[in-house]
């Protein structure tokens, strides 16, 4: 997968879950996805790696932590799955608008 990904402009990655559920990336996890696409890439263009898969928690100050970490390790996009129930849900989740790190 890393090695099609270096070929091009970006990967979005996911880990499968684990023994308790779903399992983020790290900021280690990311480093280490990074460090494979750079030892085979031989384009200069920059190269994305786009994570997430889960819905937002409650406590948006962790939150604002894992991502920031996994930014500042080399992911460039977090994507938030969001896993509503019915529309109003949907549109509540939407209008919260997205979780800033900045």
């Known amino acids: 997968m890393v090695r099609r990904a270096a070929r091009w402009d970006g990967i979005v990655p996911y880990k499968g879950p684990g023994a308790t559920g779903w399992e983020d990336f790290t900021p280690d996890d990311i480093r280490q996805v990074r460090a494979s696409i750079e030892r085979q890439r031989s384009a200069s263009t920059p190269c994305d790696i786009a994570i997430g898969g889960r819905s937002r928690g409650d406590d948006w100050e962790q939150e604002r932590a894992l991502i920031g970490g996994v930014a500042a390790a080399g992911a460039t996009w977090w994507m938030e799955a969001i896993f509503a129930p019915d529309l109003e849900a949907m549109r509540a989740a939407i209008r ?6 900045d």
């Not at 919260?96 to 790190?101: E, N, S, T």
């Open 96 to 101: 919260r608008g997205p979780l800033r790190i």
